[in-house]
Each structure stands twice: as structure tokens, then as C-alpha cells.
């Protein structure tokens, strides 16, 4: 998961990539240490086309504001520089990866 310290590139990022996955931290944030290997093995094994970005909200407050972000972590996904899916704090994997299947599997099937 490559890291990203301004939001310019975020966005730069969301318009150059097909399909997107930003992954939003906090400081001291448990959870965000816990669950985001888990995002990177689900994502490499299941959705290998989809490029992954991560950044703290410490680091880069405007993330908060540009995308509504208002605890972490969150995870946002964006296909065709759109934002197909979000999820925040209490993350299912399973129903995260299906809800991400169907619409992987049209755009890039």
C-alpha cells in the first residue's frame, strides 16, 4: 500500500487509476494497524487490479473534508474516478469483498 502525504496526489491518483482503494488512518488508531493487512491480503489475493493508497488524516487533515471522513479508519473505493464504496471503523472483509466482486468482476471481466 503505497503511502500519500498531500491531496493533490490523492486525487491525482483516483483520475489516473481505473480502480482505486484509499485507505484513510488516524494516529493511534488500533484498529487501522489491525485491519489494514488484512485490506492489502484481501485485496492482492481477490482484486489485484485494484491500486491501493493509504493516508493519515493527521497528516493530510483536507482528506477529511474533501471525502467526509469522519473517523477511522475508512476506506474508500473508486472505480472510474467514482466513488463506488465506503466503509468506516467496523469493517466486515466479507461483505466488503462482496460488495466489491460484482463490480470488479464487470469492469475488469
Known amino acids: 500500500m503505497k503511502k500519500i502525504y498531500n491531496l493533490e496526489d ?5 483520475l489516473q487509476n481505473d ?7 488516524a494516529p493511534n ?8 493487512p488484512k485490506i ?4 492482492s489475493k481477490e482484486f489485484p ?22 473517523s477511522a479508519p475508512a476506506i474508500l473505493i473508486f472505480f472510474d474516478n467514482k466513488e463506488f464504496a465506503r466503509v468506516g471503523r467496523n469493517v466486515s472483509l466479507t ?7 460484482k463490480i470488479y468482476n464487470l469492469y475488469f471481466g
Open 95 to 101: 461483505l466488503l469483498k462482496e460488495k466489491i466482486e
Open 40 to 43: 492489502e491480503e484481501l485485496f
Open 49 to 70: 487490479k485494484v491500486v491501493l493508497f493509504e493516508t493519515n488524516i493527521a497528516e493530510v487533515a483536507e482528506v477529511g473534508s474533501r471525502f467526509n471522513i469522519f
Open 29 to 36: 488508531c488500533n484498529v487501522c494497524e489491525v485491519l489494514k
Open 19 to 25: 480502480a482505486v482503494l484509499l485507505y484513510v488512518s
Open 10 to 14: 490523492i486525487e491525482n491518483e483516483i
